[in-house]
């Protein structure tokens, strides 16, 4: 976005790609037990066959979604993972072809979400996601899809999502840590997207709202059984941070997934652990956009503020404890560097990345900027 001022006051002046940036799904639902009305949403779009996406930990929900469909399902794939592995990818494809699939209902976290994404992108079928985490992926039209041990980010109208259900309600069994690393995924989202070049003013509100309700919720994690408000405001926080990572992502999401797609390390801790690093980083060179989520957060140190929300929120706080190991660090830069997209506000080295891996890796608080 560019700014220029005259004697009037300040006139603003930007203009925005088309296609899948900025683009979110068109029908959302939001509120306890929406998922009931899932048969209903699937009529909407016209189609009768959906191939129901899951992960085998998920499956109990998946068929409890088959249930509710009856005859408009056609079957379950109960096989998602994590960082979407292409050769999953291609297997779905032809599963749903065989089937005669028409829609797609992706229910569960980001791998879920992913492999309906990723069958999607070649055969253009509608998806109703259903996300029973924080990840946010459900809003966008990008994913990460491992081939040869490198997680490749890819972009297409065709995997954004027709209808995104979110009942909080299918949040409330995820064990804590589950659900403090995902919220940390959503928080990225809002952080990493604040200041790309590509990003919508509107959804750069959205990325601050959501920032200031995620960091608000992530210490009461604890309560959620007990108010079920808490796993909604999570939610509607994961909800805005898929909004503004509509925009485009930076730094922050590149290193991330990095780990998670070469290293194994899983996805939500990823995100959770480098956050603070980047956000201190990028701080120095976007004072402004970061300091929309500082203010949000009631904070003057966003990158310090984070790093101590993790050990609040029971998250690890370095690589070491998630089974990184000291000498996979160079090949985490050099990865990093080769799939870097060109958005992010600061420069991007192979020594500006290492030293971030670095800080990772053994968990130093970052200094005050």
Known sequence: MHTTRNTAGVWREFSLPGGVYN????????GAGRIS??????????????????????GRLAERVAAMLGDRC???????????????????RKRAREMGADCLVSIGGGASIGLGKGISLELGLPIVAVPTTYSGSEMTGFCGITIDGVKRMHTSVKMLASSVIYDPELTLTLPPDVSAASAFNA???????????????????????????LIAALPQLHRRSEDPAIAAALLYGALLGGAALTGGFALQHGLAHVLGGSFGVPHG???????PHVT???????????GRIAAAAKTDDLGATLFDLLGASGLPNN?????????????????????DDG?????????VVRRLADDAYHGRRPPRR
């Open 269 to 275: 801790l990823s995100h959770a652990i480098v956050l």
């Open 37 to 58: 009305e899932i048969a209903a949403e699937i009529a909407h779009h016209g189609t009768c066959k959906a191939l129901i996406l899951s992960t085998p930990g998920r």
């Open 74 to 92: 056609i079957g379950i794939l109960a096989e998602a993972v994590s960082q979407v592995p292409i050769e999953l990818a291609i297997r779905g």
């Open 343 to 351: 958005m992010n506000p600061a420069p991007v080295t192979w020594d």
């Open 23 to 30: 683009a979110t799904p068109p029908r959302i639902l939001f």
């Open 319 to 339: 690589l070491q404890a998630v089974g990184l190991r000291e000498s996979d660090l160079d090949r985490v830069a050099d990865i990093t560097i080769e799939t």
């Open 280 to 290: 201190a980083y990028n701080d120095r060179f976007a004072p402004e956009a970061v």
């Open 187 to 213: 928080l990225a989202h809002c952080i990493d997207a604040i200041y790309v070049p590509t990003v919508s003013p509107t959804n750069a509100l959205a990325a601050v709202e959501g920032a200031r309700v």
